[in-house]
């Protein structure tokens, strides 16, 4: 094992960023809730497809619900 460090590293006082592309993301809440293994595994490869984080496509599914809703 390696030495424990003695000092932060910068990147704690950074903004969070989506990982893929280092965009700052402006998601400050948790939001947990349980799926099927299906719909779970249709969303990471939708996701996948387009080249977005998950809640990406989350919330394009939402705008287009509210669209579409009476």
Known sequence: MGEV???AS???KAPETAPSDKRVSG???QLNLKA???FKKRL???AAEEGCLMIEVIE???ECYNKHRK
Do not use: D, F, G, H
């Open 44 to 46: 990471k490869i939708i």
């Open 10 to 12: 910068e990147n704690i």
């Open 27 to 29: 998601r400050t809440e």
């Open 60 to 62: 394009k599914a939402l």
């Open 5 to 7: 460090p003695q000092v």
């Open 36 to 38: 099927s293994r299906e």
